[in-house]
């Protein structure tokens, strides 16, 4: 292959490598989460403070939002036929991840402020 | 047996509708046969047919919600009153008789014929009985659009997406030891809509009179472009 389009092969492939990550980060934090005893805000900050759990989730966030974009694209691309229609909520549903995106890495960067 | 039939007339002004019939059929009867039986009562019914047997795929049709060919489908065992329409999503010409140039188009754009780059030889191009076999399971198809039709995502984008058959025949030149159009073939595949349109929703094996298992042949071109990736 030329290699010049791989909109359709990389989305694809991306859509499973989050997917498989996803899998693994949620069965490690049911295990994690299931051994903390987490009573208050507090425990909370202190698991999450972790650097080990704060990347580990970060990447379970950005895995989820490109999972989502991939997903949301594909349902767009096949229900939403006008082409304006269409860019039109392609945009609004990556607005709103970026804002989700921005919203949660906020989060996990006040952490460790 | 009970029927009830999709009747359209575009000459008439009406709209489409159900028309209901009524045939004495005997044990063994294909629904092929029905069909013609009936059209003997009412030399109106139009439908395509021809060889019979399931080799020429002209009298693909949905019965009772399921894509079939009328050849060899038993009027046996079929839920009454027998509800016969034409393929789906496809614009109807008359009563079962669809227009299948979305198909056939799609079918055209995947060039389905040997691309060979290399001076001819002067006699046969051989494979092996090892690449020969590799042709199992795609060669059979009579593209009868039986599964094209029956797959959502072709109903949505029949104009982009190229649909389980004409992927199925994709994969039978990109797996073929003599073709040397495999880059131009994967460059033309890759995008969101021409092969991953598919979300592997198998309406295509389901409803395949053949048996055969597009599914299949569109992970084996995903695998073959995450390969030639590397």
Same mark, same amino acid.
């Given at each position: ?5 791989? *909109?359709? =092969? ?7 490598? %989050? !997917? @498989?990550? $996803?899998?693994?980060? +949620? &069965? ?17 900050? *202190?698991? =999450? ?7 580990? %989730? !970060? @990447?379970? $966030?950005?895995?989820? +939002? &490109? ?19 269409? =860019? ?9 991840? @970026?804002? $989700? ?13 | ?230």
């Amino acid at each position: 292959m030329s290699g010049r389009h791989l *909109a359709g =092969l990389r989305g694809w492939l991306w859509q499973r490598l %989050t !997917a @498989l990550y $996803l899998l693994v980060y +949620l &069965l490690l934090a049911a295990v994690v989460l299931w051994r903390a005893e987490i009573r208050d805000h507090a425990d909370w900050v *202190a698991l =999450l403070g972790q650097p080990a759990v704060s990347v580990a %989730t !970060a @990447l379970g $966030l950005a895995a989820v +939002l &490109l999972h989502g974009w991939i997903g949301l694209r594909d349902i767009v691309i096949d229900y939403v036929r006008p082409a304006p229609l269409r =860019l039109l909520v392609h945009g609004a549903v990556l607005l709103s991840l @970026l804002l $989700l995106a921005a919203w949660s890495g906020l989060i996990l960067v006040r952490l460790h402020a | 047996m009970r029927f009830s039939i999709y009747r359209y007339q575009p000459e008439s002004g009406d709209a489409p509708s159900m028309q209901p019939f009524e045939l004495a059929v005997r044990p063994g009867m294909m629904l092929r046969e029905a069909l013609l039986a009936l059209r003997d009562t009412d030399p109106t019914l139009a439908f395509r047919h021809s060889c019979g047997e399931g080799v020429c795929g002209s009298d693909a049709m949905n019965v009772n919600g399921r894509n079939v060919l009328a050849c060899t489908t038993p009027v046996d065992g079929l839920k009454e009153p027998v509800q016969i329409r034409p393929l789906p999503g496809m614009p109807v010409v008359r009563d079962l008789i669809v227009d299948m140039e979305p198909f056939f188009r799609q079918y055209r754009a995947i060039q389905p014929y040997l691309q060979v780059n290399d001076p001819l030889p002067e006699s046969e191009q051989r494979q092996s009985p090892t690449e020969r076999q590799r042709l199992d399971g795609l060669y059979e198809c009579i593209l009868c659009g039986c599964c094209s039709t029956a797959c959502p995502s072709f109903w949505w984008n029949p104009d982009k997406f190229l649909g389980p058959a004409a992927l199925l025949q994709a994969w039978r030149f990109l797996a073929d030891s003599r073709d040397q159009g495999r880059e131009a073939r994967l460059d033309f595949l890759e995008g969101p809509f021409r092969l991953f349109r598919c979300h592997s929703i198998m309406n295509c094996v389901e409803v395949c009179p053949k048996g055969l298992n597009p599914t299949r042949t569109i992970g084996l071109i995903r695998q073959m472009m995450l390969r030639e990736m590397g």
